[in-house]
């Protein structure tokens, strides 16, 4: 995949995943660094249970980018609510 297809793919995989756990977007900056990091964990996770990973721009790729992205903002949230728990 192209660079600007890993960046769209991250920031609608991102928002996505944002809405799922928080029900607000992180911004947009956020949101493309989540997906991809989702994209590429997602990839790691359905590989080590035996489905492909991302395998382009396509629908089966952002349910894997979005999984991702669910998978790291839980444990960001997780990490941020142990370092502050009173927030």
């Not at 991102?14 to 990091?37: A, C, E, H, P, R």
Request: glycine content about 18%; cysteine-free.
């Amino acid at each position: 995949m192209t660079v600007i297809a890993w960046i769209l793919l991250g920031l609608i995989a991102g928002f996505i995943g944002s809405k799922i756990l928080t029900k607000t977007g992180g911004g947009i900056v956020l949101d493309i660094v989540l997906g991809i990091v989702g994209a590429l964990v997602g990839g790691l996770v359905f590989q080590m249970v035996g489905f492909h990973g991302v395998t382009g721009f396509n629908l089966w790729s952002l349910f894997v980018a979005i999984v991702g992205s669910v998978i790291v903002l839980g444990g960001y949230r997780f990490l941020a609510t142990m370092r502050h728990p009173n927030t």
